[in-house]
């Protein structure tokens, strides 16, 4: 037992010489923008922001809603929105690159409208932009999704291990899926790596529980 306790910690200190457990992702926290939906207006009514980031809209007076969707807005990469009503709280946490337009139903004539241009950047929380694989949220608390986005390739395993090496969660039938959720709410509060391997290659990232 302690023989083998000593290698794990040999080889943990390889990989951190060496670099190779941390070298392809910058750690950052998720970056969260805040909107103010009153009167006839968002405020702002402009945001550029990374993928992964989330933006959290508040419906301070009147009736309003959040509407990106893409019935409504075809070039929008994806969709986004709530129904009318008063004093919510809507929050969409960004995964693909793009600008986004949005409105209120009620108040566009108004001018009630907004846009979201998303950036792809290698400093977006847990993800990697030349492999094209999202890590989100990071830190996370609960949950932790890894998403590979949509370029041919088909996921095929992931596996989270602590700093040790040591294989904590692993996932190995993808049924051809290119998303996956897994329950972190247990985890102890600190370091993680996540092994992600696809038909061609296989991506290190590592994330923070807390």
């Not at 923008?33 to 989330?54: C, K, M, Q, R, W």
């Not at 989270?160 to 329950?183: C, P, R, W």
Request: aromatic share 10%.
């Amino acid at each position: 037992m302690k023989k083998e306790f000593t290698s794990r910690k040999a080889l943990l200190v390889i990989l951190l010489i060496t670099g190779a457990i941390f070298a392809p992702v910058t750690l950052k926290g998720q970056v969260s923008h805040h909107v103010t939906a009153s009167n006839y207006s968002f405020s702002p009514n402009e945001l550029t922001i990374n993928v992964g980031d989330t933006v959290i809209w508040k419906n301070t007076s009147g009736t309003h809603n959040v509407n990106g969707t893409t019935a409504t807005y075809p070039s929008n990469p994806e969709s986004f929105g709530n129904a009318l009503g008063e004093g919510w709280t809507f929050t969409h946490v960004f995964k693909i690159a793009g600008i986004y337009d949005y409105r209120c139903d009620l108040h566009y004539p108004m001018g009630m409208t907004g846009k979201i241009t998303v950036q792809q950047t290698t400093d977006a929380p847990g993800s990697i932009a030349e492999d094209q694989v999202l890590l989100y949220p990071n830190p996370a608390s609960d949950y932790i999704t890894v998403e590979l986005q949509q370029n041919g390739e088909k996921l095929e395993s992931v596996k989270i291990l602590d700093l040790l090496g040591k294989e904590l969660v692993a996932s190995n039938d993808m049924a051809g899926s290119n998303i996956q959720t897994f329950d972190v709410s247990r985890f102890t509060p600190g370091v993680y790596v996540m092994r992600v391997e696809t038909d061609i290659k296989t991506s290190i990232l590592k994330f923070i529980i807390r």
